[in-house]
């Protein structure tokens, strides 16, 4: 680490979180997800915090088994869907700051009534996707 404090977005660079409690800047681009698979292998231990805007519904869902992930609402309405063993919950987030923590494990897709942003804590170890039309 250098003395020097450096300045970042979350629109355009993510930060990974490792074990040890280091920080690291990741470049968002076209290769974002094949270049932290080279830089992190597995990801065991490490979390992602990254910011996605969304202009409608998901068109997975995804599940994450090393851990929870915090999704918390920045701007517009998100509903979350969480399926546990084939049971739906929907919570609907509507308020800036408000936030879900999906459980590990938990099968998971977003309804986006209005255009929103949104800010993710990720455990990505082992992260798993399906097309919506699997588990509708």
Known sequence: MTSE???FSLNSTYVVLGDNGDAMPVTVGDR????????????KGKRLISHFTFERDWETWEMHPAGEELACLL???V???????????VVK?????????????TWHTARVPTPSS????????GTQYRPLAIMC
């Open 5 to 7: 404090i450096d300045l």
């Open 32 to 43: 974002f997800f094949a270049d932290l698979e080279t830089k992190f292998g597995d990801f």
């Open 75 to 77: 701007s517009g309405e």
């Open 79 to 89: 509903d979350f869907v969480l399926d546990r063993d084939g049971v739906e919950k």
């Open 93 to 105: 987030l509507r308020k800036s700051g408000s936030y879900v923590l999906v459980p590990r494990g």
């Open 118 to 125: 949104m800010l993710f804590i990720t455990p990505g170890e």
